[in-house]
């Protein structure tokens, strides 16, 4: 049985910072290796630990190449008919073409991000509950991802697709990301005037793209040394600090309806994510969960997500949640 807790007021958070186990995450990097990437990629891997000897700047490149790579996983018959039910918009940036799928006909907007190698289908239990609670939905395919066409997308590539969608409108109601999606929107947004959502959603999310991208190198075997050179590639590439793409950059500030949850056995974000976000993001409500991993395929996670959304559950209390809540998990 999933145990869901709350963790909502400073002292909490504080206990949890102090008694947050730490873990070794070598096994769970060969797990997620062997699971997520194919060979060659972990071959290539070590092929760049050798090649940044001869040519740091060659390694540097195609490490970021090699952490762009997309892995499509095939659509399911209840993913294609989630498609089919959405009206289809095309979007081009730079080279890239990208697609998302609206739900609803009226209503104020709703963003829905997901994160690496998955798609918009991962929502389709959250849309109908969220038309009936007056929205309109907007679920974004990135490319390389669903049904948008391509192979490649990197961090930089996702927050200018998100910032071209986010344009289509002068006023969004609320995001909700997961894993990359969350750092990906929050640095989106904070590049455009927009007027700020009065709802925010974060589910496992990244709290930095340094972290994203670090992460997932190690995992792949990449040395200290190429990480090293690769962030000094992205800064020059993007003409932005690494500490721009970050949760506190730009969410720090946040004083409108933030929701974080997050799983105790997730083996994608590393444990000390959470700790940041909650520690940076203190003005947002937190959940923590147990045995759902990243994804947070949950029943229970939906309905909280929802209920948050539609404003059955308050953000107004102070200190620790009142019991009423416990309810709505």
């Known amino acids: 049985m999933n145990v869901f807790r709350t963790v909502l007021n400073s002292q909490s958070k504080q206990a949890f910072q102090k008694s947050y186990e730490t873990v070794s995450s070598s096994a769970y990097d060969n797990k997620i290796a062997s699971n997520f990437f194919p060979k060659y990629v972990r071959y290539l891997s070590m092929g760049i630990n050798h090649l940044h000897e001869f040519s740091p700047y060659l390694s540097a490149k195609l490490t970021l190449k090699m952490l762009s790579i997309t892995l499509r996983r095939k659509l399911s018959k209840k993913d294609i008919q989630f498609y089919d039910q959405g ?17 609803g006909d009226s ?29 309109q939905v907007i679920a974004m395919d990135a490319p390389g991802h669903g049904t948008s066409p391509g192979y490649f997308m990197s961090v930089p590539t996702y927050i200018q697709c998100v910032k071209e969608v986010l344009r289509s409108r002068t006023q969004w109601d609320g995001v909700v990301a997961h894993s990359m999606g969350g750092v990906v929107s929050a ?16 589910l496992n999310s990244f709290n930095t793209a340094d972290s994203m991208m670090s992460t997932s190198a ?29 949760l506190e950059q730009h969410l720090n500030n946040y004083d409108q309806q ?7 056995d997730d083996i994608i974000v590393p444990k000390s994510e959470a700790q940041k976000n ?52």
């Not at 289809?88 to 609206?102: D, G, I, L, P, Q």
């Open 87 to 103: 009206l289809k918009e095309t979007y081009k940036v730079s080279k890239h073409r990208f697609h998302t799928y609206t739900f």
């Open 107 to 135: 209503g104020p907007a709703l963003l829905l991000l997901h994160g690496f190698c998955s798609n918009a289908a991962r929502w389709r239990n959250y849309i109908q509950p969220l038309i009936e609670s007056g929205y």
């Open 187 to 202: 640095v989106a947004l904070g590049e455009l005037d927009l007027l700020q959502p009065t709802k925010y959603v974060l």
């Open 218 to 246: 190690r995992k792949l075997g990449v040395n200290e040394e190429v990480i090293a050179g690769l962030r000094t590639r992205i800064e020059q590439n993007t003409g932005r600090p690494l500490e721009h793409y970050s």
């Open 258 to 264: 933030g929701l974080i949850i997050y799983d105790k």
């Open 278 to 329: 909650l520690t940076q993001l203190c003005q947002f409500m937190t959940l923590k969960t147990e045995g759902l991993g990243h994804n947070l395929f949950s029943k229970e996670v939906e309905k909280t997500v929802i209920n948050f959304l539609a404003k059955r559950i308050s953000h107004k209390a102070v200190g620790p949640f009142p019991c009423k809540w416990e309810k709505y998990l």
